[in-house]
């Protein structure tokens, strides 16, 4: 076939995205433009190959979400049997474009239900190289990766080649706010913050970060658990403020810190003056992490995150390493010259800035191999 890129959306601004893309290559037939929302009926003859898919993860991963998403008390038994029918279906559908042996398909994120099925077809079934987009985690920044998005990207995890590594560009100093879903949780008055704490920013619960890359803290009742366990254990004052971009409502939570004097919500507060005023930052694996380094700020993980790295990150894979990491915070050392390094190669070589250019530079990386 002519046509070696396959550019699958699954909502309409990627469609969008993809459409730009195309009008600024000059190669015709270089790209196809692909909404799963037009794939209505499947292939039959895909069943002949089902059995060489693996669709028991994408499978798991929407029940989790499910879960996650509505709190709805359904069996676990009959939501599996559900999303193993819509599996099947989707299989059926997304092998109809996809048996066209494109070279490479471009695709957003990859770590949900959909995306997760489009993906073992055509790396299992036609050996189709798969390449990813999503939002950067530095300002003006967007994510393209070959390998994956997240915990799974391509970014070194040797602390030595940042060690190496040599730039002199300048790193942001500003990042950007993201709206919220329900704005009048953040529009609300700002108590005042202790003079010392730990900043702890929630994450979405059915986000793949959480669904997939923790092990240990499932959902931000479990993280505010975790701290309020801590805070007993510690003089360390907590301040955690929701997600903007989450759907979910934590009213229960809100009022068990009236009993807490050292845990309290700042919704009202931008995430950067979060960051900047406390003395270390606590995440799953959030990109509130990066921007944490970003102002030199000691981060904890709880999660699977590609800035593990020695001396960049600290990890803590239990409540008694967290609790033993903050008991001695102030002597845990990290090495902010290396975090500035791995920050810029993050800047300046790994994302792609989104400018007047994002469209040349998607090209340039796409057809790189072709």
Not at 54 to 77: G, H, Q, R, S, W
Not at 255 to 265: G, L, V
Request: proline residues 3%; glycine residues 2%.
């Amino acid at each position: 076939m002519s046509t070696k890129i396959l550019l699958l959306a699954f909502r309409t601004s990627q469609r969008k995205f993809f459409q730009k893309l195309q009008k600024r290559s000059t190669k015709e037939n270089l790209f196809e433009i692909v909404s799963t929302k037009s794939i209505l009926f499947p292939s039959i003859s895909a069943l002949r190959e089902i059995h060489k898919v693996d669709l028991e993860p994408a499978i798991e991963f929407a029940v989790k979400e499910f879960y996650a998403k509505t709190d709805i008390n359904i069996p676990e038994v009959v939501l599996k049997f559900f999303f193993t029918l819509l599996s099947i279906y989707n299989y059926m559908r997304y092998y109809k474009i996809l048996r066209k042996g494109y070279q490479t398909v471009l695709l957003w994120n990859g770590g949900k239900f959909r995306q997760r099925i489009a993906i073992e077809i055509a790396q299992k079934l036609f050996n189709t190289q798969v390449c990813f987009y999503e939002n950067g985690f530095l300002p003006n920044r967007i994510v393209f990766d070959k390998r994956g998005i997240n915990f799974d990207n391509s970014v070194p995890r040797d602390q030595a080649f940042y060690e190496s590594y040599t730039s002199t560009i300048e790193l942001p100093r500003t990042i950007i706010q993201r709206r919220g879903k329900r704005e009048e949780k953040f529009q609300v008055l700002k108590d005042p913050l202790p003079s010392q704490y730990i900043f702890v920013p929630f994450q979405v619960d059915y986000d793949t970060q959480i669904i997939t890359h923790s092990q240990w803290v499932h959902t931000m009742r479990e993280l505010f658990t975790l701290i309020e366990s801590i805070a007993k254990q510690t003089s360390w004052n907590f301040v955690l403020k929701e997600h903007p971009s989450s759907g979910k409502n934590y009213p229960d939570l809100h009022d068990r810190t009236k009993n807490i004097q050292s845990i309290q919500f700042a919704n009202g507060y931008t995430t950067q003056e979060l960051i900047e005023k406390s003395s270390a930052v606590i995440t799953v694996n959030s990109t509130v992490g990066i921007e944490a380094l970003l102002f030199h700020k000691k981060v904890i993980t709880l999660g699977n995150a590609f800035y593990n790295i020695n001396n960049i990150s600290l990890r803590a894979s239990s409540e008694e390493e967290l609790l033993e990491l903050i008991k001695n915070l102030d002597s845990k050392s990290i090495d902010f010259a290396l975090v500035d390094k791995f920050l810029q190669y993050l800047y300046d070589d790994y994302l792609i800035p989104d400018n007047s250019d994002i469209y040349d530079t998607f090209i340039q990386r796409l057809t790189h191999d072709l």
